[in-house]
């Protein structure tokens, strides 16, 4: 079969060779008309039978005409066109609702919301981020909320036109209070002996509480601690740390403690016991923030410190190869006459740069002479001779006038009524120099002489003598039962070039506050056949106040700081105090022992132990070497320049050793204790009682007392002392060579002074003081 291509389709040649039906082949062949057939258009539009003219209209011709919907639409690029304005204002109104949101909210709610207080909320001892002071409920807040409305601001004792606002308050009146670590956020009592001073109670928190609106510290006659004694001691050192605990992370509540730099500290209290016993102490007093009370490590070389100078003032026992002359003589009767016995500051000006310094420094590079310095509110006492019940006031310093004498003229040292107060008769000894007047007081507040409450207090402005006309000097001021009792000016305390030292200033260090109720035979005679036991210090409230525009609290002021130092050396003081208990190794000596030494029983380089140290929790990296050379020097482990070992043998061997040498030391002892048994027992039977030997030794009582007498006499009659005149003398030149001075000053200086501020001269006279009847020199 043979497919032949027609005109538009393929059929057969032959039909009957076709497999489909007749009609398709009829179709085929043109017999039918297709459909291509039936609906083909001519070429030629207009033959199709419709108008395709452009004029004739149709009903759906505008589904076909763009034109009519852009017509509206620009197209000339012009940026300032209505769509592009529409387009630009959306954006701009999006971008400023962003800003609003982010910026302007931020902004408008800092502007209208109250203004936050700046009064404190400490965080390790500072200032909060934003100042402010948090809302604590339960009223642990720095201000007492139960301070009354009246005492928020008081004038200043120095000067009324001066306000002073209220920074910090505890008026005790929440009952059944505690005060052991972590109890409160700004107390903790002591829990130590007080070996300093040589006191004869135990300090306990359990002799400090609250009851009936005061802090109520008891003083009790209790076996404690191999003392007869409990007392309290209550502070709010910053950093407060348990001394069963002395090295623990420090608890959120003891990073709360309170300190201040300049102001008005006042308290309302009862004194202890009856007003003619002698022996109690009771105190209210402050103290820099570098210084714990009771640890005397913290103490040396820090108190009773206020120096910002580099000389002879900073060494120990204030002299270099035994000069100035001055500090050997006239200085403690009680030592042969020597000055000091400090063992020089520790702080001072004269630290070299990579030292342990806690800073700041000057201008010239060198350090901020730093320190622990004293100022007391108060000390009770009775006048062992009169027995006169009064209050010393004062404030300690370092390093020390010749012969403990400052400058206490009548410009530096104000008596407001020499009546009841007079200068102390102690002015200093070995450790300390005083500025120290005593008051008599009210004998109906004592607690068992009425027990009226009095308030005490001291305002002070830190720093150097400004020797400034304009400005008031710096100073110290103290009250006592509600009034001015005294007060000093720091100029008092300037250059002494007899011992060679420089000025001290009015204390700049932040100050904590303490209260403590306890018993020394430092302070004065203990009369314990008439002291009645217990006896309580009774505090109303304890407040500080600080000029509006000058408030400074927090315990590490930026240009005092006192935390990073503190920290750094909580290591140190642990190893002071276990090297005092005869060990050179601690518990942490003890942990890198047992736990990376003996446990592995392997070698280790000093950097792989200053890694693993910090994972013994309590090892700081820096602080491994000197746990590592503990462990050296106790021969518990050994080592070769940087590799470092111990085996458990050779632990049991150096301990076994150790008991060995203990025996031995223990069987010398025993052999000089029946020595000296012996010596006694046959001095004993030499010195036989008898009517010559007791009439010998009542002879000898009776010149004791006829030596007492006499020194009573001489003491009567010091007035006639050839030194106390010279001193004298002494004194009337340089007040005269200071009153010259201070005319020629003045008559230099007040012509410069009206011409350049245009002051009437009636004021200058009247700011200073002076007389009418002084007539100027112009």
């Given at each position: 079969m043979t497919l032949v291509r027609s005109q538009s389709a393929w059929s057969f040649a032959s039909n009957s060779d076709s497999p489909y039906p007749d009609s398709v082949n009829r179709r085929s062949r043109g017999e039918f008309p297709s459909i291509y057939e039936k609906l083909a258009l001519a070429v030629d539009p207009q033959l199709w039978g419709s108008d395709l003219s452009a004029n004739v209209v149709e009903s759906d011709d505008e589904l076909h005409t763009p034109e009519k919907k852009t017509r509206d639409v620009e197209h000339?690029?012009?940026?300032?066109?209505?769509?592009?304005?529409?387009?630009?204002g959306f954006l701009l109104l999006l971008c400023l609702g962003v800003m609003s949101l982010f910026i302007g909210?931020?902004?408008?709610?800092?502007?209208?919301?109250?203004?936050?207080?700046?009064q404190g909320a400490f965080n390790i001892g500072g200032l909060n981020a934003s100042g402010q002071v948090p809302a604590m409920p339960g009223n642990w807040g720095l201000i007492d909320l139960e301070t009354p409305q009246e005492a928020q601001t008081l004038p200043s004792w120095k000067d009324a036109s001066q306000t002073m606002q209220l920074v910090f308050s505890d008026e005790f009146n929440t009952p059944g209070r505690t005060f052991y670590p972590g109890d409160d956020p700004y107390w903790e009592a002591a829990d130590l002996h007080y070996w300093e001073t040589n006191n004869l109670e135990w300090y306990s928190p359990q002799a400090v509480t609250t009851a009936n609106g005061s802090l109520v510290i008891t003083l009790s006659e209790k076996n404690t601690h191999d003392l007869n004694f409990q007392g309290g001691l209550v502070s709010t050192w910053y950093g407060n740390l348990s001394s069963t605990t002395l090295f623990r992370s420090i608890d959120p509540m003891d990073r709360n403690k309170f300190c201040f730099t300049g102001g008005y500290v006042e308290t309302s209290l009862v004194i202890p016991g009856a007003n003619n016993v002698l022996g109690l102490w009771p105190a209210v007093w402050t103290m820099g923030n570098l210084g714990r009370a009771g640890y005397g490590a913290t103490l040396e070389g820090t108190w009773p410190y206020t120096y910002d100078s580099c000389d002879v003032g900073t060494v120990q026992n204030q002299t270099l190869n035994g000069q100035p002359e001055a500090a050997t003589v006239n200085g403690d009767a009680g030592k042969g006459g020597v000055l000091s016995y400090l063992p020089g500051q520790k702080l001072s000006r004269c630290t070299c740069a990579g030292e342990d310094h806690p800073g700041p420094k000057h201008s010239d590079g060198t350090f901020v002479g730093r320190s622990a310095p004293e100022i007391d509110v108060l000390e009770a006492q009775i006048d062992q001779n009169t027995f006169v019940a009064e209050v010393s006031q004062s404030a300690q310093w370092a390093p020390f006038n010749q012969a403990y004498i400052w400058n206490n003229d009548s410009d530096n040292m104000i008596l407001a009524d020499p009546s009841i107060s007079q200068l102390n008769g102690f002015m200093g000894n070995v450790e300390q120099q005083a500025t120290s007047v005593v008051t008599a007081t009210n004998t109906s507040c004592y607690e068992y002489d009425g027990g009226c409450f009095q308030t005490y207090g001291f305002e002070y402005k830190p720093g150097f003598d400004d020797a400034n006309l304009l400005f008031p000097p710096q100073y110290i001021t103290w009250i006592s039962s509600g009034k001015i009792s005294w007060g000093l000016n720091v100029a008092g305390l300037g250059a002494d070039s007899a011992v060679n030292i420089s000025a001290r200033s009015v204390p700049q260090e932040p100050m904590y506050l303490l209260a403590n109720l306890g018993m020394s035979t430092n302070f004065g005679p203990v009369d314990l056949n008439h002291l009645q036991f217990p006896v309580h210090l009774t505090i109303d409230y304890i407040r500080v106040y600080q000029p509006s525009n000058a408030i400074n609290i927090g315990c590490d002021p930026p240009d005092f700081p006192t935390e990073a130092y503190i920290n750094k050396l909580k290591w140190h003081r642990e190893v002071s105090q276990q090297k005092k208990n005869g060990s050179n190794y601690s518990?942490?000596?003890?942990?890198?022992?047992?736990?990376?030494?003996?446990?592995?029983?392997?070698?280790?380089?000093?950097?792989?132990?200053?890694?693993?140290?910090?994972?013994?929790?309590?090892?700081?990296?820096?602080?491994?070497?000197?746990?590592?050379?503990?462990?050296?020097?106790?021969?518990?482990?050994?080592?070769?320049?940087?590799?470092?070992?111990?085996?458990?043998?050779?632990?049991?061997?150096?301990?076994?050793?150790?008991?060995?040498?203990?025996?031995?030391?223990?069987?010398?002892?025993?052999?000089?204790?029946?020595?000296?048994?012996?010596?006694?027992?046959?001095?004993?039977?030499?010195?036989?009682?008898?009517?010559?030997?007791?009439?010998?030794?009542?002879?000898?009582?009776?010149?004791?007392?006829?030596?007492?007498?006499?020194?009573e006499e001489l003491t009567a009659y010091g007035a006639c002392d050839p030194v106390k005149l010279e001193e004298t003398r002494r004194a009337i030149t340089l007040g005269k060579e200071a009153a010259i001075r201070w005319t020629e000053n003045y008559s230099i200086l007040l012509p410069h002074f009206l011409?350049?501020?245009?002051?009437?001269?009636?004021?200058?006279?009247?700011?200073?003081?002076?007389?009418?009847?002084?007539?100027?020199?112009?």
């Open positions: 000339d690029g012009n940026a300032w066109s209505k769509r592009g304005v529409l387009n630009l909210y931020p902004v408008a709610h800092s502007l209208l919301s109250p203004s936050p207080s700046t518990k942490y000596s003890m942990k890198l022992l047992s736990r990376v030494h003996i446990s592995n029983k392997d070698f280790y380089q000093l950097k792989e132990l200053e890694r693993l140290g910090p994972k013994l929790k309590g090892i700081v990296s820096q602080s491994v070497k000197e746990v590592l050379q503990s462990l050296v020097d106790d021969g518990l482990v050994q080592g070769d320049k940087i590799v470092f070992w111990s085996f458990p043998s050779h632990q049991g061997a150096v301990i076994q050793g150790r008991v060995e040498n203990a025996k031995e030391i223990k069987a010398s002892h025993q052999a000089q204790l029946l020595e000296i048994q012996q010596s006694i027992s046959n001095e004993k039977s030499i010195r036989v009682e008898s009517a010559k030997r007791t009439a010998a030794i009542t002879k000898l009582q009776g010149l004791k007392r006829e030596l007492a007498k006499l020194d011409s350049q501020s245009m002051v009437p001269i009636e004021d200058v006279r009247k700011y200073l003081e002076i007389d009418e009847e002084y007539e100027d020199i112009m």
